[in-house]
């Protein structure tokens, strides 16, 4: 069985991050309750170290099912429009539950630190993802930052918040680096049948590469 693939949370908004759990990945992101459990803490939706005793493999589905959404939602808008139905859907979720409100307690060690009141429940947690949706689409200035990855096969989207507004890729590491060895191999290739195949094909290890965007 595959090992559960990395969370990530490099896209810029919480909604894109749930979206990036589905994309481009040799394994289910969200397989079972300690992954989302990872990923709800990863995200910030609730402080570390909130008791999560709660969720299950039912929140498991309805955030899956909120991350097909919100996939189909956000590169609809990017093709021109999203499905009416689809933007009923998303907002229904936003109001289908009340996000948790987070409070300021005192820390062990005299410093202020962010708690929950209470044990958070699977409709709040979605409201606030659907919420931070409807924020993205409806700023017009961070919905001009909305870019998809070049990375071949990858379907990923994220804020570019880069200067001159020049990101390619959803990160230099994963589709950066693939793009740059596949490229680096495309040459290497046109230089050996130039040469008759003479030349001989260096390592393309990514540790050969730069990781700027």
Known sequence: MAAPCELRFDCGRICLDLAATADGAAAERLAGPDQLRAWLTGAGLVPHGTPLDGVDGRWV?????LRELLFRVVHGELRGGAAEADLVLLNSAAAAGQPPAVCAVRAPDGTLARALPGPPE???????????????????????????????????????????????????????????????????????????????????????????R
């Open 122 to 212: 699977c409709a709040g947690l979605l409201a606030a993802v659907a919420r931070d949706a409807i924020g993205l689409l409806t700023d017009a200035a961070a919905r001009a930052q909305l870019r998809q990855c070049e990375g071949e096969s990858c379907t990923l989207v994220y804020l570019d918040t880069s200067r001159g507004r020049r990101r390619r890729w959803c990160s230099s590491e994963v589709c950066g680096n693939r793009e740059r060895v596949a490229r680096h191999r495309r040459r290497t290739t046109v230089r050996r049948e130039q040469s008759g195949g003479a030349v001989a094909d260096p390592v393309t290890t990514a540790e050969n590469f730069s990781a700027g």
């Open 61 to 65: 589905g309805r955030f899956r099912g």
